[in-house]
């Protein structure tokens, strides 16, 4: 993302700043075991941080990431450098429009399918494919190509912690970020900007309404949905650059 193409920086110039992405606790390749709270994400971070002597940095977070980089923005508002947020976090009354929106992409063969598998106990191997497909289809402006990007996902981004988001979500509920954006908008950094799909489900509005009161701007995204990159991957690229390239220089 800060490269150049044609093999690095020129000759007798820095290079350019590390990029890390990182498995978040109880996700991926990183530790599953153990209580899941949001503070411990927060700390996970600082920790990471620290492990790659970075003092401040430039953070991006995506969909729950945005939600988490908001935290750790309010605990350690001394190392972001600059913050983006990308499709969230969502606050207010969000759910209702979001769960309208998904329903009225689906069939109502689909939407009854996809209620029913959510209530099984347990499901097989197949069946938590179908309910993943079935949960992510929406997620995109494209329907047809999100269909297939959903059923690629729900087989490759396995498998899901279910009982984390539940552990994360009660967490949430009881310290909501709804309660406390006054106190964010204090400690943001100076460069800090919201980034949404139009089409993303979630309501843009709620977005919207959290750039006017964070008082930063809002990038919209046209033609793109709640994973903007992949529908307009050029368009999210050349933002990404623009803002991480300002960032560092500044």
Not at 117 to 145: G, K, S
Not at 172 to 188: N, Q
């Amino acid at each position: 993302m800060t490269g150049r193409h044609g093999g690095g920086p020129p000759p007798g110039a820095p290079p350019p700043p590390p990029v890390h992405q990182y498995d978040q606790r109880g996700t991926g390749r990183s530790d599953w075991s153990g209580r899941h709270g949001l503070a411990r994400h927060v700390a996970d971070l600082a920790e990471l941080l620290d492990a790659w002597r970075a003092p401040r940095a430039v953070l991006l977070g995506h969909s729950y990431g945005a939600d988490l980089a908001s935290r750790f923005c309010l605990a350690h508002p001394d190392r972001v450098a600059a913050l983006l947020l990308m499709c969230g976090p969502f606050v207010g009354e969000w759910r209702a429009g979001y769960q309208a929106a998904r329903d009225g992409r689906m069939t109502a063969a689909q939407r009854d399918r996809l209620g029913e598998l959510e209530r099984m106990a347990r499901r097989t191997e197949e069946q938590e494919v179908e309910l993943l497909t079935l949960a992510w289809c929406t997620d995109h402006a494209d329907l047809e190509r999100g269909w297939r990007w959903a059923a690629r996902g729900a087989r490759s981004r396995r498998p899901v912690n279910w009982a984390m988001n539940a552990e994360l979500g009660a967490a949430g509920r009881a310290d909501p970020l709804d309660a406390r954006l006054t106190e964010l908008r204090a400690r943001l950094p100076e460069r800090t900007e919201l980034l949404g799909g139009v089409a993303d489900p979630r309501p843009l509005a709620a977005l919207e309404a959290l750039a006017l009161r964070l008082d930063r701007p809002l990038i919209r995204i046209a033609d793109a949905g709640h994973e903007p990159w992949r529908e307009q991957p050029e368009t999210v690229r050349t933002h990404l650059r623009r803002f991480v390239r300002a960032a560092v220089a500044g």
